[in-house]
């Protein structure tokens, strides 16, 4: 099944590409909570919850563009947890880093992930304690590395976040490296950074696929009070706030 959902999101990420590089201006909506939504958040949605349903028409879904009632959701043991278009405000801006977004939930912990970042052609995908990156048409394992100094990756759109500028200073010699959306966790799994503090707010679908692949990786995330993040339903969809480690 994991084939099938990698190539589900590469479909995802064509559809975005095709809105992404067309020359007429895009069109950016405002949803109840005022963050921005796309025709291509549109599309990727569309898209995945057809395949899905083909899929694995028995796997109920929770993606960020339809959300269930919680009274429809609130006794699922399992279920695909999707963010059709991972950093939106990375896609208006056209800086490329925006992903596609799908992980399987079972009992509260994502046990497969898949993340596409459609300008790079990269693919990213775990299932139990197994990642890959995919570029090129080449798939090869990812482990989790240290470095010295270590690199710490920071979101690019909440880089002046006062709790984080205040934890940054105090975390000795490291170096700081500014990245949008999911691809903070796809760096940690595959070496590039060793630790991903978060504060500011996220919803469940921001970090389940990377979730997913920085355990299988080897890397740890945690809430600060070194509580796995879990993601059994409940009626909120803001995660706490959380560190993807390695140490």
Not at 94 to 104: D, H, K, M, P
Not at 155 to 181: K, W
Not at 195 to 224: C, E, K, M, Q, S
Request: net charge negative; with cysteine.
């Amino acid at each position: 099944m994991l084939q099938q959902i990698c190539q589900l999101a590469r479909e995802a990420g064509a559809a975005i590409m095709a809105i992404y590089q067309a020359e007429q201006p895009l069109q950016v909506e405002r949803k109840m909570d005022d963050s921005p939504v796309t025709a291509a958040d549109i599309a990727a949605h569309k898209i995945i919850k057809a395949g899905l349903l083909r899929i694995a028409p028995d796997i109920p879904l929770l993606s960020e563009e339809e959300p269930p009632a919680w009274e429809e959701r609130k006794n699922w043991q399992r279920y695909w947890l999707v963010d059709p278009l991972d950093g939106t405000k990375e896609f208006i801006r056209r800086n490329g880093e925006f992903t596609v977004n799908i992980a399987l939930i079972e009992n509260g912990a994502p046990v497969m992930g898949v993340i596409y970042v459609p300008v790079q052609n990269v693919l990213y995908s775990a299932q139990g304690r197994q990642a890959w990156k995919e570029t090129n048409g080449q798939r090869l394992p990812i482990k989790v590395m240290s470095a010295k100094p270590p690199i710490v990756v920071v979101s690019r759109s909440h880089r002046d976040d006062e709790e984080l500028q205040d934890y940054l200073s105090q975390l000795g010699v490291h170096d700081t490296l500014s990245v949008g959306s999911s691809l903070k966790f796809c760096m940690v799994a595959e070496g590039k950074a060793q630790l991903y503090p978060r504060f500011g707010p996220t919803n469940i679908w921001d970090t389940a696929a990377g979730h997913a692949i920085a355990i299988a990786a080897g890397a740890h995330v945690t809430d600060w009070a070194g509580k796995t993040l879990n993601y059994t339903p409940r009626e909120s969809f803001l995660n706490p706030g959380f560190r993807v480690s390695i140490f």
